[in-house]
């Protein structure tokens, strides 16, 4: 039973350079969340997904920042033209399709580190 | 005032003893509550949901106040390994709504 698979574990990019962060949910998990902490702050929400739907992108970026969880594959984080401000450790959680307040699981983060 | 609020800490205790960690929120429409640890920036890990009875799980329990709204933690004869940052965690817009961090509480337990 693997969890929640992230990759890459830590990605480095210059300033201007795109950066995409894959997540993979748990077996038979249908809902995507991807959250962001900064350093020496808590985690935030940034966007949930189904497959093929955005269905909560309150805490996203206005710019630079996308997201997308396709039919076949991982989920993506997309952020383009990165900034300092970028560098932050991303995670991503996921829950099972049924309701009732399920807790999300989290992978293992991607830690962005902006040259 | 923050969503989710929490004393950061930390809190330095010695091996054997019992601390507790308070946790408030400000949306009354909360629906699930969450304790979470995270180690050295690690991911999250759950530690336990909260229920309105409140509840156990070996040297842990949980209580939650909705009136005040309050959660609690209580750790009973603290290891070495309870060592982390105790986040308090709440879902506000649905069952499958997003997760509202607080920052966390730092536990240091020394032998």
């Known amino acids: ?115 | 005032r923050k969503e989710v609020e929490q004393d950061p800490g930390p809190f330095n205790v010695p091996e054997g003893a019992t601390v507790a960690f308070n946790c408030t929120y400000s949306n009354s429409a909360s629906q699930s509550f969450f304790w979470y640890r995270q180690d050295c920036r690690k991911e999250p890990k759950l530690l336990m949901s909260v229920y309105s009875s409140g509840n156990e799980d070996g040297r842990f329990t949980a209580q939650l106040n909705r009136a005040s709204q309050y959660i609690s933690l209580l750790i009973r004869d603290s290891k070495l390994s309870d060592s982390a940052t105790y986040l308090c965690v709440v879902r506000t817009g649905g069952s499958q709504g997003n997760l509202i961090f607080g920052k966390g509480t730092k536990l240091s337990v020394k032998p």
């Not at chain 1, 350093?39 to 206005?62: A, H, T």
């Open chain 1, 1 to 115: 039973n693997a969890g929640v698979m992230q990759n890459p574990r830590h990605l480095v990019r210059r300033r201007g350079q795109e950066a995409r962060l894959r997540c993979s949910p748990m077996k038979g998990h249908s809902h995507v969340y991807w959250y962001r902490q900064l350093p020496e702050e808590g985690l935030k929400f940034m966007v949930y997904l189904q497959k093929e739907n955005i269905i909560d992108e309150s805490g996203m970026p206005k710019e630079r920042f996308s997201a997308e969880f396709p039919k076949e594959g991982p989920s993506i984080l997309r952020i383009q033209q990165v900034v300092r401000g970028d560098s932050a450790a991303y995670f991503c959680a996921s829950s099972p399709p049924a309701g009732g307040g399920q807790p999300q699981h989290f992978g293992d983060g991607t830690r962005l580190s902006i040259l």
